[in-house]
């Protein structure tokens, strides 16, 4: 399975962005698609994760209410939609796919394929 996500790009304090996360090679049945993000300096954290098949999701403290993850079942495609944004929020964001358990679903180590991160610049 190769993934990529894209749709980062530069936008102000306030605003929303959408990433997408596509596989080749693979789909994501069976598994679930974990949103990480890395800023500079930083480990990298864990945002998100949304079951492929669905009933269940999880998000980050820091995202709760801001941030929804989703899947486009016909396109085969995972998405972060990313709301009220903000400095912090800046990061190169990665999607993986995996299949956590509870106790471990935030962990990188649980997620056994990742895609090429894609930038997400949020300016003052």
């Known amino acids: 399975v190769q993934l990529q996500a894209y749709g980062g790009g530069l936008v102000q304090a306030g605003g929303y962005l959408r990433l997408s996360c596509a596989s080749s090679?693979?789909?994501?049945?069976?598994?679930?698609i974990g949103w990480f993000r890395q800023a500079p300096g930083k480990e990298r954290e864990f945002v998100a994760v949304i079951r492929w098949s669905g009933g269940f999701e999880y998000y980050a403290d820091s995202v709760k209410g801001r941030f929804t993850a989703s899947r486009d079942f016909a396109r085969s495609l995972g998405y972060l939609q990313m709301n009220s944004l903000k400095v912090e929020d800046t990061a190169v964001y990665y999607c993986a796919v995996g299949r956590p358990i509870s106790s471990s679903r935030t962990a990188p180590t649980s997620y056994y394929y990742w895609g090429q991160g894609t930038l997400v610049t949020v300016s003052s």
């Open positions: 090679g693979g789909t994501f049945s069976g598994y679930a």
